[in-house]
């Protein structure tokens, strides 16, 4: 099966340090979304990507957060500096166009514990 | 957006029929309703989709009333791996070069007892 690769899987860092999760979406895909998720907000929707063009990132704490995607096989999300409430688990998903568009496969995450 | 309302919390028997309702009584005509899961610690997982005829994949089924307010996800034999956090979701297909977020509510959280 075609899967969405997530890396890490876990990461523990420092309050003030840099920390960048990686995602491969599915090959074909061409939309990218991040996620965050915590026990308190549940899953919430931080960025969007179509083609690689970010259309929708107001979900993202902008002063510390980015996303990009530096070509199709790869959207980075990055925050720097970490703050201990950053700390949950991150998904990132993709899809297709069309009538593919609502069907998401997500990954399996990344668990970032900010001290 | 229509606007999707789960139970917080159901339980079911194993070897049951699991029947998850969602209300969405604000659906427009070219809504769909979309039915993902989360299996503990895992990322959700699309299960199944319809517009208005009922459903059936080798997952679940879906059952649209026929005034479109609600609906219901049917695991029809279920087992422990069932347990889940079951997310309802009403979203139009996006139109030709649009774009649209995908964003889940609070889902039901599906106990399956031994």
């Known amino acids: 099966d075609a899967r969405v690769t997530q890396t890490p899987r876990h990461k523990v860092t420092e309050m003030g340090q840099e920390v960048t999760m990686r995602c491969q979406p599915i090959?074909?895909?061409?939309?990218v979304f991040w996620y965050r998720q915590t026990m308190m907000q549940g899953l919430e929707l931080l960025a969007y990507?179509?083609?690689?063009?970010?259309?929708?990132d107001s979900g993202m704490p902008k002063d510390r957060f980015s996303a990009e995607m530096p070509d199709a096989t790869l959207a980075t999300l990055k925050i720097q500096p970490s703050e201990p409430r950053d700390s949950a688990v991150y998904f990132c998903?993709?899809?297709?166009?069309?009538?593919?568009?609502?069907?998401?496969?997500f990954g399996a995450g990344s668990r970032l514990t900010v001290l | 957006d229509a606007k999707t309302t789960q139970p917080p919390s159901m339980d079911c028997a194993e070897g049951r029929a699991a029947n998850l309702p969602c209300n969405h009584s604000?659906?427009?005509?070219?809504?769909?309703v979309y039915w993902y899961r989360q299996i503990h610690s895992q990322g959700p997982q699309y299960i199944i989709h319809?517009?208005?005829n009922n459903e059936t994949n080798e997952m679940a089924s879906l059952i649209i009333t026929e005034d479109r307010k609600s609906s219901t996800l049917i695991l029809p034999h279920a087992t422990l791996r069932d347990t889940a956090v079951y997310y309802c979701?009403?979203?139009?297909?996006?139109?030709?070069?649009?774009?649209?977020?995908?964003?889940f509510g609070t889902g039901t959280k599906l106990q399956v007892i031994p």
């Open positions: 998903a993709s899809g297709s166009q069309g009538f593919g568009a609502n069907v998401l496969t």
């Open positions: 604000t659906i427009s005509g070219n809504e769909y």
């Open positions: 090959l074909g895909h061409n939309t």
């Open positions: 990507f179509r083609n690689r063009a970010p259309l929708d």
């Open positions: 319809g517009l208005k």
């Open positions: 979701i009403v979203r139009a297909y996006p139109r030709s070069g649009g774009y649209q977020k995908v964003t």
